[in-house]
């Protein structure tokens, strides 16, 4: 079964989105040093970020898949043990 394609929308979210993250990872500065974004752009690009995130569940653009996950997070994931043991190897 071949999953279906995202929207031009959700495309164009996404993008928006990994460019104004990547905008705030390029511009870091450490503690104490001056940014070299004015605070008005920041919050612009936080409430860009907020109403991204929104429109992207409305869209319903959004699965558990997309976001990350920590190793010991519980998941619907079924390992299954084999055993074994009775099995002879081939020579």
Do not use: W
């Not at 989105?17 to 936080?46: C, F, Q, W």
């Not at 970020?49 to 010991?72: A, C, K, Y």
């Amino acid at each position: 079964m071949s999953e279906e394609q995202p929207s031009v929308e959700l495309r164009i979210l996404r993008a928006m989105r990994r460019t104004l993250t990547n905008v705030a990872k390029d511009t870091y500065t450490p503690p104490g040093m001056r940014h070299p974004l004015s605070e008005e752009t920041i919050n612009d690009i936080r409430e860009c970020l907020t109403l991204i995130s929104s429109r992207e569940h409305e869209l319903g653009g959004v699965s558990g898949d997309d976001r990350p996950h920590f190793t010991d997070e519980v998941s619907d994931t079924v390992v299954v043990q084999l055993d074994t043991r009775g099995l002879k190897k081939k020579d």
